[in-house]
């Protein structure tokens, strides 16, 4: 269940994130969306060394970035069937 929601809350945030930049200047292009798909993945990263090193009785999860780089790149994924069926 855990995994579920590390790949939902990072699909839909990158999701979102897509959709409002795309809004805003009307193009996105591969290296813009690659770009935040990788911020994604290492902000993912980035706490878990944190729950690792710097909070009290949590652990670092490799599965857990696992997930959250999957739910970035099924953000993206959504995002671009969106904007070709939707947003013309």
């Known amino acids: 269940m855990d995994k579920i929601v590390h790949?939902?809350?990072f699909g839909g945030t990158v999701f979102l994130l897509c959709l409002g930049v795309y809004l805003?200047?009307?193009?996105?292009?591969?290296?813009?969306?690659?770009?935040?798909?990788?911020?994604?993945?290492?902000?993912?990263?980035?706490?878990?060394?944190?729950?690792?090193y710097i909070a009290i009785h949590r652990s670092f999860d490799m599965s857990d970035v696992a997930a959250d780089t999957v739910g970035a790149i099924a953000g993206i994924i959504a995002f671009n069937l969106v904007r070709k069926w939707w947003l013309k």
């Open 24 to 52: 805003q200047k009307r193009v996105l292009t591969k290296f813009t969306l690659t770009l935040i798909a990788l911020s994604a993945s290492f902000y993912g990263l980035a706490i878990e060394y944190i729950q690792k």
């Open 7 to 9: 790949f939902g809350l």
